[in-house]
Nanobody
Framework: QVLLVESGGGLVQPGGSLRFSCAAS????????RHWYRQAPGKQREWVAG???????NYEDSVKGRFTISRDDAKNTWYLQMNSLKPEDTGVYYC????????WGQGTQVTVSS
């Protein structure tokens, strides 16, 4: 089965930036979309961003204009560039090609705090 490993999290001040990576253990069909999800403390996991096989990106309203999703299928990797981070972006971020399509990875934690 495909294993997903997220990386890039950390502690950042409001207004800062981070870049997440999601590495898949094996090749995934390029036609499949790639997604990022997050789980804020005490809340359910929610969808954040997705990118289709053709490169069309979509974002949850609260991150539009601040986050950018991208993919590199040759590396079995996709990314989430996060700029202008806000405290409400705090949480654990996960990647997948759909909600629970592959086993969830451990996620990568981001804490936005001054």
């Amino acid at each position: 089965q495909v294993l997903l490993v997220e990386s890039g999290g950390g502690l950042v001040q409001p207004g800062g930036s981070l870049r997440f990576s999601c590495a898949a253990s094996e090749s995934i069909f390029s036609c499949h979309a790639r997604h990022w999800y997050r789980q804020a403390p005490g809340k359910q996991r929610e969808w954040v961003a997705g990118i289709t096989g053709g490169g069309a990106a979509n974002y949850e309203d609260s991150v539009k204009g601040r986050f950018t999703i991208s993919r590199d299928d040759a590396k079995n990797t996709w990314y989430l560039q996060m700029n202008s981070l806000k405290p409400e972006d705090t949480g654990v971020y996960y990647c997948n090609v759909g909600p629970g399509t592959f086993p969830w990875g451990q996620g990568t934690q981001v804490t936005v705090s001054s």
